[in-house]
């Protein structure tokens, strides 16, 4: 692992970004922990292993394991309208659209940022009556659109429906993911208690790229106040490393994790399938026009980025095997797992980079700790 840990130093070093922390297990047994670099380098604080990162897409992962288990539970199913949870959604033609379509970005919603006021993008009704008043830009099962933010809005509302609809969503998480995992130090939007490890959402690299830095750098700033109780299920959640680790790590070990289980086994096998076929994913628009990248399969599940095959550009390295699964999110986080290589792999940064360059990143140092365990 030290040529993994070299390469991020370099990085450091060179101002690709500020810092890291990453996490690497074989069979559950952790290959490396470490904190590289700065938390925050304009004010020169140093990483710390337990400091806390905003997640951003990977909430997707653990916002859609809370969907499963509604599968588990007999609430729906996967080819269940949303509208016959929430009604409002069917509105503007999207009766149709099935909670599965929702998860594996099938369904036609739009993609994007969010398209609220940035002060209100934190409270999930104000998303979900956006997704419910939205249009679709394709037909229903017909296109992979990535969305950003709407479809997880509304797959929360059904979660939380479908409890009662008594409790905020971000409990719901808390009690049905953080607390059977022993996430002690994650939640949907800053806690309190964890505001001194918070590392600061600043963009590094301000390229022409898929995310605007300024919004991101705004919702960074509401997700990290805690005064804000951001509501944000497709990005808003704060971990440590070590805790999105248990997530992973859970996740290859079938759904449990010491005397905490999330998922059957059979259901995380069917959600890291790969429900896209050879269609492709709107989301690399942007890196085919800008960078050339080539046209490949969306290789999305249910809630999860897939490896799958080739040489295109993928976070989980071109080394992983094909069943490889996890998130990644908003060009500083990456997770994912292994099952053939029986591989967990976690690594949070620090200063934002482009999409396209962070994937390119997570994919070089994927395939340094694949080949040095492997």
Known sequence: MRQLVESIHGDVERGFYDGAVVMVARGGRVEC??????????????????????????????????????????????????????????????????????LSHTGGMNGGLFPVPADTQGDLSVMVDAACRSTLNAPPGERVSYSSGLAHAVLAEVVRRCDGGNIRFRDILARDLFDPLDMKESALGMRADLVARAVPVVVRDRATGTLDPDKLEEMGRQILDPAAETEIP??????????VFAFVEALRQGGSLGKGRILSPATIA??????????????????RELHGWPLCPANLGLGFFLRGTGDIPTPFGSLASPTTFGATGAGSTVCWVDPEHDISFVCLTAGLLSFTKSMLRFQRLADIAISSLV
Request: proline share 3%; with cysteine.
């Open 234 to 243: 497709s990005a808003g959640v704060v971990a440590t490393a070590a805790d």
């Open 33 to 102: 922990c470490e904190a590289v670099g700065y938390a925050d380098r304009d004010s020169g604080r140093a990483m710390r292993e337990d400091d806390v990162f905003a997640i951003y897409s990977i909430a997707k992962a653990m916002t859609s394991v809370t969907v499963l288990q509604g599968i588990e539970k007999g609430a729906y199913t996967l080819r269940t309208p949303v509208a016959d949870l929430v009604p409002e959604f069917a509105a503007e033609d999207k009766g149709q659209v099935t909670i599965g379509q929702l």
């Open 270 to 287: 069917f959600a890291t399938q790969d429900h896209t076929g050879d269609r492709p994913s709107d989301l690399w628009t942007v890196a």
